[in-house]
């Protein structure tokens, strides 16, 4: 997986929940991955304006 980074990583107490920043080093759009028992899911991060976040 060399394409993407994690840059943030938290787990709520009891580890019921995962909450991970992921950096696409290709394009730099950050990306909000949230995973808990019922599933997961992935969105891009986005900006006031709702622009990507982009890390250059």
Known sequence: MDR???IYRENTPMG???IK???DKET???Y???SDDCGA???PLLDSDGRPVITK
Do not use: C, H, S
């Open 4 to 6: 993407f980074e994690i």
């Open 16 to 18: 019921k929940m995962q």
């Open 21 to 23: 920043i992921l950096v």
């Open 28 to 30: 730099g759009v950050n």
């Open 32 to 34: 909000l991955f949230t």
């Open 41 to 43: 899911g992935i969105t």
